[in-house]
């Protein structure tokens, strides 16, 4: 029995190199929902007093993994809110100035300054929604988001 659990204790503990169909493991790549093949860029929004966030709303699908980067000019202090948004889908981050941060969930993001952001996340509960700068009442200052 003993020399049964030393082998068996050698083959899990031994790492696997490549799959049955010979492709090295640094070649696997992301699966499922992380995969290339469900990703995709959005226009970015932009931050800038009298300037409209987006040229056209997003249509968003369910399950599918999107970034886009928001950039901020400096010309005013803006915030964008959006708090329906950031509860339907999952945020896997947000990336200022090569520094990742992982947040739970998200209410709303302000500008001091000009910068630039870019967030990940993945689309997850079907609706319609919006992000907008806050106080504003012009329809260029708001961008919907519809996800399928």
Known sequence: MKPFLAALGFAILTPVLAFADGAPRDQWGRAGILSSANKADLPSITLSSGVPLSE??????????????????????????GSEFFRAIWID??????????PIGLNSIEFDDAGTMEIGFVAIKPGTYFLRIPGSTGETQRLDITIE
Do not use: C, H, M
């Open 56 to 81: 056209a709303p997003w249509v968003l699908k369910s399950g599918t993994y999107y970034e886009f980067e928001i950039e901020g000019d400096g010309s005013a202090e803006l915030a964008l809110q």
């Open 93 to 102: 981050e947000i990336v200022v100035n090569d520094l990742e941060i992982r």
